[in-house]
């Protein structure tokens, strides 16, 4: 029980306190204003909204027969269309926001605080504060019955979560780095790239996730997505900007 409660809280920290401290970080070092990270998290939550509402009239024609597909055909191919979908409406409003928004956001700055305000709203709202309220009640009926099969938890299961959720925070902003590559580089291909960074993370993870491979394999591999990704922000050149500078002339 100790075990698992350091492990819930280590997941907390990870899921919901780390965004927000590095949002403090880019805001304070980096001199990006929040409304530049709070795009970020706008762009999620219409690509979240609009995926719910495509989803829901698909699953309605599947419910009438109208799609006439067995069930798990039907859910491998939501999955596929989910990943692939996400990704491409992500990194498409991600390079509409650099190209349309007044403010200047095609630069390392602020393609950082755009990365970040997309995946801390993923990691907050979809598992930091759904585990801070399962926590709690975790904690309020302990003792009990209903609260018996959340203590038998394995700790493990909490910090591959926590693991899990920094690869993907690398992973959000490693594909908001490459949608900024199209405009500093001047070359389309970087948005097809962007896009097939984020279905072949996501798709391998969450794929293999689906076969029921083992919680040690998906962190190894979850480790492995997320040298891969900062390797290529070095590649990029994505971690030479000035911190004195706040928000001076990028390097990038």
Do not use: C, H
């Not at 075990?3 to 280590?10: G, K, P």
């Amino acid at each position: 029980m100790i075990l698992l409660s350091i492990a819930i809280v280590i997941a907390i920290l990870v899921t919901v306190v780390l965004p927000i401290a590095a949002g403090f970080w880019i805001n304070k070092k980096l001199g990006v204003p929040w409304s530049i990270i709070f795009y970020g998290a706008f762009i999620y939550f219409l690509v979240q909204s609009l995926m719910t509402l495509l989803f829901a009239g698909v699953d309605a024609l599947y419910q009438s027969g109208t799609i006439a597909l067995n069930e798990s055909t039907y859910l491998v191919l939501q999955i596929g269309v989910s990943i692939l979908l996400t990704a491409a409406m992500g990194v498409a409003l991600r390079w509409a926001a650099m190209r349309y928004m007044k403010e200047k956001l095609d630069n390392l700055e602020s393609a950082y605080a755009v990365g970040l305000g997309y995946g801390a709203a993923e990691s907050i709202m979809v598992w930091g504060l759904p585990l801070v309220l399962t926590f709690v009640n975790m904690i309020r009926n302990i003792g009990e019955e209903v609260a018996a099969e959340a203590w038998a938890l394995s700790p493990f299961i909490p910090l591959a979560l926590s693991m899990e959720r920094i690869t993907a925070f690398v992973l959000s902003i490693t594909v908001t780095i490459l949608v900024l590559q199209v405009f500093k580089r001047d070359k389309g291909y970087w948005i097809p790239a962007a896009i097939g960074l984020e279905v072949l993370s996501n798709g391998l993870v969450i794929g293999l996730s689906e076969l029921g491979l083992g919680y040690g394999w998906l962190v190894l591999i979850a480790v492995v997505v997320m040298g891969f990704n900062l390797f290529l922000l070095y590649r990029l050149r994505a971690f030479e900007f000035d911190i004195t500078r706040a928000g001076g002339e990028p390097a990038l």
